[in-house]
T-cell receptor
Framework: EDKVVQSPLSLVVHEGDTVTLNCSYEVTNFRSLLWYKQEKKAPTFLFMLTSSGIEKKSGRLSSILDKKELFSILNITATQTGDSAIYLCAVAKSNAGNMLTFGGGTRLMVKP | ETGVTQTPRHLVMGMTNKKSLKCEQHLGHNAMYWYKQSAKKPLELMFVYSLEERVENNSVPSRFSPECPNSSHLFLHLHTLQPEDSALYLC???????????FGNGTRLTVT
């Protein structure tokens, strides 16, 4: 059975801190791993990772994939209160179109 | 504005009611999806449509019935639901089957 596990379940930090969110997976026929941010309702796309060791970066957010150890991390530097959200990790399989398997999410709260 | 619009935002229905959720995407995408997000559970894929043809029915009970009349519109018809069906129902679209998903804001459904 395919599995995507995120840790920690929740995290409280102060503005300016750096956080690292983890996502490990066990799936057959892995194609890509995706990160989403869900603030209130609609998850918004952050990154799609397909190759090991290549960092993707967008502003203060960055992510990297390790296909040997089957995990990905999402880093947020100099956190702001607007980063407070649930961060979702999902895995796509090569023979299953866009039928993503999601992890349970990490709830991040950034305090002023 | 995410480019994917869902109505209604909130819905309360009794177990004997029949209602429909509507989703419209303005992004010119070719694939549309229904996901269910229950409290304390990962996002679960329900249905996938690619070019108006259903490509996945993820073991969803028959009390949920999808309809995709064209590539921009997706409906989820509901009848004789159970209280455990209360959840946030998210619609998403993607350019192709391997592209990142764009989510709508969801319909918060409560079954009484």
């Amino acid at each position: 059975e395919d599995k995507v596990v995120q840790s920690p379940l929740s995290l409280v930090v102060h503005e300016g801190d750096t956080v690292t969110l983890n996502c490990s997976y066990e799936v057959t026929n892995f194609r890509s791993l995706l990160w989403y941010k869900q603030e209130k309702k609609a998850p918004t796309f952050l990154f799609m990772l397909t190759s090991s060791g290549i960092e993707k970066k967008s502003g203060r957010l960055s992510s990297i994939l390790d296909k040997k150890e089957l995990f990905s991390i999402l880093n947020i530097t100099a956190t702001q209160t607007g980063d407070s959200a649930i961060y979702l990790c999902a895995v796509a399989k090569s023979n299953a179109g866009n039928m993503l398997t999601f992890g349970g999410g990490t709830r991040l709260m950034v305090k002023p | 504005e995410t480019g994917v619009t869902q109505t209604p935002r909130h819905l309360v229905m009794g177990m004997t009611n029949k209602k429909s959720l509507k989703c419209e995407q303005h992004l010119g995408h070719n694939a549309m999806y229904w996901y269910k997000q229950s409290a304390k559970k990962p996002l679960e894929l329900m249905f996938v449509y690619s070019l108006e043809e259903r490509v996945e029915n993820n073991s969803v009970p028959s009390r949920f019935s999808p309809e995709c009349p064209n590539s921009s519109h997706l409906f989820l018809h509901l009848h004789t639901l159970q209280p455990e069906d209360s959840a946030l129902y998210l619609c998403a679209s993607s350019q192709e089957m391997n592209s990142p998903l764009h989510f709508g804001n969801g319909t918060r459904l409560t079954v009484t």
